[in-house]
């Protein structure tokens, strides 16, 4: 991949979710009160604020009898802030942070550097010891107009059907993983039909989502952390542009 190529621009995007995502180890110890000082120092910028839950469950399997799954609460893991428009979300976890854009997106300069400003208060306030993982994440909402007919005149990526079955499908659910060796990193891609009503109604939504990490062992303190976003960014394009046809980004432009 050139990291100097220079990828099409959409001026109505079809992002609904962009997001920057940190994880951490924290100092041995740390407990959900140690975010109280981050969430005191973004609270006049994200004044929305509710505590995150995890929930974790166990599948139980006896030959005589049905599955059971046992549900158990864990204790809150870290705070959800909203900015006043709730266009900007802000997590803060005991395993780590984020930092969202809702629909509208603007610019990824925009992304990062709210994400790089926010990290610095998380970093001041909880002192990680490493960073572990960072990701970039974008989800997208293709509308597509009806009929759609043959799918590959859309997105080039995606579920293929035997000859013999029926071509026309009435939706889906695909996921798949792919290493990038230049630059490094991973991908995770989810790409479904959303039957939900979609606005206009004479289309069908496809979900895009484009998930580019890395695991890392980094100092938090460590800029070159940021030099390693933008490969995932770089990855993250390669994979919506290269799966999309020009017939695809017209909707956008």
């Not at 509208?104 to 993982?133: D, G």
């Not at 026309?168 to 039957?195: C, T, W």
């Not at 206009?200 to 938090?220: G, M, Y």
Request: charged content about 25%.
């Amino acid at each position: 991949m050139d990291a100097g190529q220079e990828w099409p621009h959409l001026q109505n995007a079809p992002i609904t979710e962009a997001l920057i995502d940190i994880r951490v180890q924290l100092p041995q110890g740390t407990v959900l009160s140690h975010l109280a000082e981050f969430r005191d120092q973004v609270a006049d910028r994200y004044p929305g604020c509710r505590e995150r839950r995890r929930f974790h469950g166990k599948l139980s399997f006896k030959a005589s009898d049905p599955p059971v799954v046992d549900v158990a609460e864990e204790a809150p893991d870290g705070y959800l802030m909203t900015s006043a428009d709730g266009r900007q979300v802000v997590q803060a976890r005991l395993d780590g942070f984020t930092f969202s854009r809702l629909r509208p997106y603007e610019t990824w300069e925009h992304l990062r550097s709210q994400a790089k400003s926010l990290w610095r208060i998380y970093r001041q306030a909880l002192r990680p010891v490493r960073v572990v993982r960072i990701a970039v994440r974008y989800i997208n909402r293709i509308e597509i107009p009806v009929p759609v007919g043959d799918l590959k005149e859309w997105i080039l990526t995606g579920p293929e059907l035997a000859p013999g079955l029926p071509q026309s499908m009435a939706g889906y659910f695909f996921r798949f993983h792919l290493p990038f060796e230049q630059p490094r990193g991973f991908v995770n891609v989810i790409q479904k039909i959303d039957l939900e009503p979609t606005d206009p109604p004479d289309c069908v939504s496809l979900i895009f989502d484009v998930d580019a990490f890395l695991p890392l062992e980094k100092d938090p303190s460590n800029d070159e952390m940021w030099v390693l976003f933008e490969n995932l960014r770089l990855i993250k394009n390669r994979v919506f542009f290269d799966s999309t046809t020009s017939k695809t980004l017209e909707l956008f432009r």
